[in-house]
């Protein structure tokens, strides 16, 4: 089979427009360079490496950038394998197909993508609502640079910018549709002001407790926005400023004990909750021991039967209270958790 149709036929469920556009826009044009996970880190390839097409046309993540740093690609490429942490990647092709379906963009909208990356969406939503409707935009230079050539190689030229997404994007506002394809911790009040009413914002929210939400909102009101969580499990790399912060040494502020019942599973619905209503709170876990931590020093540690809160805000308190919800609504799937994003921030309950 040929390359890219034995990509378009990994898209599972993506439906035919947005297959068209997978078929019409070649990966590889937007991967010349990436790495490879290989034992000791990563090693840069390059087009034409032996395997490349093997390893763009496959429904993988790849990543593009490691550690902030440009650099490293080259760095890599003359001394072998970096280790570190990939801060830019091109998204696995089936996900980005589900996104462009759950955000449903059409012929006639404008959109507002945050995250270039390679510029590889940016050119799939090109390529199907023409480059005049497009505004794509990153936080990082070299990356904006690299994209905006690979897409004006094929013909795109949307307007594509170095910005800080968390801002939204003001001078080509207002968007009908607004994808990030980087996690926010809360969704930004300015992407919902930056939209028309009626308008669509698909979004994943950073999981640091593990179970990565995807909102699907809609604007309902100038400054309004609603709607729920998608089925889809999502971890997207999180805006740079919004990373985990080093949390440790951990607060020696005293605690106070008791016992509990509720241990924290990411894959159960209620975690989804509980990690909606607990924005920038990390989790980390050694056997039966649980952590629940936070910048402001407020922290939280169970032990399987007991649990000691210590910081200015009972952590464990608002998990357990995610918990009792989702059983009082009858444990329903995470498409229950609803979101409301106004002037006074995020809001999330169950339908
Ligand atoms: C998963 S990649 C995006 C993939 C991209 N859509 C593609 O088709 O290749 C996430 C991107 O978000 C960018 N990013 C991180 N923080 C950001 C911020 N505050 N504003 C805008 N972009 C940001 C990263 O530089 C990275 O390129």
Redesign the pocket.
């Known amino acids: 089979m040929e390359d890219t149709e034995r990509l378009v036929a990994a898209l599972g469920m993506v439906s035919p427009e947005w297959r068209e556009a997978f078929r019409a826009v070649p990966r590889a044009a937007?991967l010349t360079r990436f790495f490879r996970p290989v034992a000791g880190g990563y090693a840069a390839i390059a087009a034409g490496d032996p395997g490349f097409a093997s390893m763009v046309y496959r429904d993988s993540?790849l990543p593009?950038?490691i550690d902030?740093d440009d650099s490293l690609w080259d760095y890599a490429r003359e001394h072998g394998p970096v280790d570190g942490v990939p801060?830019?990647?091109?998204?696995q092709p089936s996900l980005?197909g589900m996104m462009l379906d759950a955000l449903g963009a059409r012929p006639g909208h404008r959109v507002l993508?945050?995250?270039?990356?390679?510029?590889?969406?940016?050119?799939?939503l090109c390529h199907r609502l023409g480059s005049a409707a497009v505004t794509?935009?990153?936080?990082?230079a070299a990356?904006v640079a690299r994209?905006r050539e690979a897409l004006a190689a094929l013909g795109f030229t949307p307007a594509v910018d170095v910005?800080?997404?968390?801002n939204g994007y003001p001078p080509n506002a207002p968007y009908d549709r607004i994808l990030a394809?980087?996690a926010v911790a809360t969704i930004p009040h300015a992407w919902v002001t930056q939209a028309t009413v009626g308008g669509r914002i698909l979004a994943s929210i950073y999981g640091h407790l593990g179970a990565g939400t995807m909102p699907l909102l809609e604007v309902t009101a100038p400054g309004v926005a609603e709607g729920h969580v998608l089925a889809t499990g999502s971890y997207?790399?999180?805006?740079?400023?919004?990373r985990l912060p080093d949390l440790l040494p951990r607060s020696s502020s005293p605690g106070v004990t008791r016992p509990t019942q509720v241990y924290l599973d990411s894959a159960a619905p209620w975690s989804a909750l509980a990690e909606l209503r607990l924005p920038g709170v990390a989790a980390t876990n050694s056997g039966y021991d649980q952590w629940l931590l936070h910048s402001d020093g407020s922290w939280a540690h169970s032990d399987g039967d007991r649990v000691t809160q210590g910081g200015p805000r009972r952590l464990w308190d608002i998990l357990e209270s995610a918990h009792a919800d989702w059983s009082a609504h009858g444990r329903p799937p995470r498409t229950a958790i609803h979101i409301r994003v106004d002037q006074t921030g995020q809001h999330t309950w169950l339908a």
Do not use: H, K, Y
Request: include cysteine; glycine fraction near 10%.
């Open positions: 937007f993540v593009t950038e902030d801060t830019s990647s091109s998204s980005m993508e945050i995250g270039t990356g390679t510029g590889w969406n940016a050119a799939l794509t935009i990153d936080i990082d990356l994209a910005a800080d997404g968390a394809t980087c997207f790399m999180p805006l740079r400023a919004q």
